[in-house]
């Protein structure tokens, strides 16, 4: 079997996590079983990234639309979020990992805020990886935000209408100082981007798997690297 060419990493993986329901439903489970099981995923995944030297890991862990989910769910998913930064600070914290999050996160639970703050800030200095969770995130809002910010900007008479370049939306944007994704993995195969990273995904390679997000593991990840080494990518240009 190939190996992945340590040289042609992505950059930066982005990972819409999908399938925590089904995995449930299928088992006779509950869902917030599959979400507890997918929470777990999230460990090994972010652990194997950054063992194999990816430098941006960006995870699409609550959107906007997931706010209309039954109340029980959603406090479930807030309590996994609040263990996960719990317990995983210490291994952030040996292994160089950064945490940044992309989203509304002023909608979030204040616990959770609390509790993301305090990472954040004891991450701040970590430079191997970066870990984002994208909280509350969605793609519409994000470049809805990002207009009103650059609208504000030329208010304020702090730039004119001329400066307004594709840099500078990508600097408006939640995940500025970011790289654009090179990667952008989808578990459970629904052939949708459902309001992830739109702006920054213009030119990623995309990988959409039918395993579902608690069965994803380290094997199905590193089939998806080797898929992406295979790939030819040409930004548009001709080949
Ligand atoms: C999709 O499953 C998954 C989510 C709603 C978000 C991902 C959440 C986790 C992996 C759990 C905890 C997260 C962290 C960061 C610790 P679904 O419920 O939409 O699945 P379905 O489409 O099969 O119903």
Redesign the pocket.
């Known amino acids: 079997m190939t190996q992945i060419n340590s040289k042609q990493l992505p950059e930066h993986v982005a990972i ?10 299928r088992k006779g489970l509950n ?1 917030i079983r ?3 099981k ?2 777990d ?3 090994k995944i972010v652990t194997f990234s950054r063992e194999i030297g990816i430098r941006w890991l960006t ?5 906007e639309e ?1 706010w209309k ?1 039954p109340a029980l ?1 959603v406090q479930a ?1 807030m309590k ?2 609040n ?3 719990k317990n995983e600070l210490k291994e952030m914290q040996e292994n160089g990992i950064q945490l940044k999050t992309i989203g509304r996160t002023a909608r979030l639970p204040k616990t959770t805020r609390q509790i993301l703050q305090d990472t954040i800030d004891k991450t701040s200095s970590n430079s191997d990886m970066t870990l984002t ?1 994208a ?1 509350s995130y969605g793609g519409r809002q994000e470049i809805l935000d990002a207009i009103l910010k650059i609208v504000s900007q030329i208010e304020e008479n702090k730039i004119s209408t001329s400066d307004i370049t594709e840099k500078l939306v990508s600097n408006s944007l939640y995940t500025s100082g970011m790289p654009d994704p090179d990667l952008l993995i989808r ?2 195969g ?1 052939y949708r981007i459902s309001n992830f990273l739109l702006w920054q995904i213009s030119y990623s390679e995309i990988y959409i798997t039918p395993t ?3 069965d994803f593991g380290e094997n199905e990840y590193e089939k998806a690297l080797k898929d992406y080494q295979m790939r030819d990518r040409r930004f548009g240009a001709r080949g």
């Open positions: 819409i996590m999908d399938g925590n329901g089904r995995w449930a439903k869902r599959g979400h507890r997918g929470a995923t999230v460990r995870l699409y862990a609550f959107s997931n989910r769910e998913l996994l979020l263990l996960f930064l969770l909280l578990t459970s629904e579902l997000w608690p």
